[in-house]
């Protein structure tokens, strides 16, 4: 088992900037991928970033690449989004997830989730 705990979520102004942190403990050995999902009200859960564990690969959504920053450490087991140029439109519940599948950007692929946190943008 593996649990993640996510922490730095708030309200900001559009333009700005957060960053969310994800804590791992377990078997994080047992998994691949480490990524993050957002999830708006009414809206499907959407891919946001992750990275490849064993060699810090990184993927982007088209939503947010060019402003978003996935980072790792693994010896802390410890995950960042660094969140930039900051819209309304990233208002969103943000998960960070781990699993061992093969497709990064597929929610399907990840096993352990965290239990979100809010990132509110305001205009």
């Known amino acids: 088992q593996v649990q993640m705990v996510e922490s730095g979520g708030g309200l900001v102004q559009a333009g700005g900037s957060l960053r969310l942190s994800c804590a791992a403990s377990g078997r994080t050995d047992s998994t691949y991928f480490t990524g993050w999902f957002r999830q708006a009200p009414g809206k499907e859960r959407e891919f946001v970033a992750a990275r490849r564990n064993s060699d810090n690969t990184k993927y982007y959504g088209t939503s947010v690449k060019g402003r978003f920053s996935i980072s790792g450490d693994n010896a802390k087991n410890t995950m960042y989004l660094q969140m930039n140029s900051l819209k309304p439109e990233d208002t969103a519940v943000y998960y960070c997830?781990?699993?061992?599948?093969?497709?990064?950007?597929?929610?399907?692929?990840?096993?352990?989730w965290g239990q979100g946190t809010q990132v509110t943008v305001s205009s």
């Open positions: 997830a781990a699993g061992a599948g093969v497709v990064p950007t597929s929610s399907y692929d990840y096993r352990y």
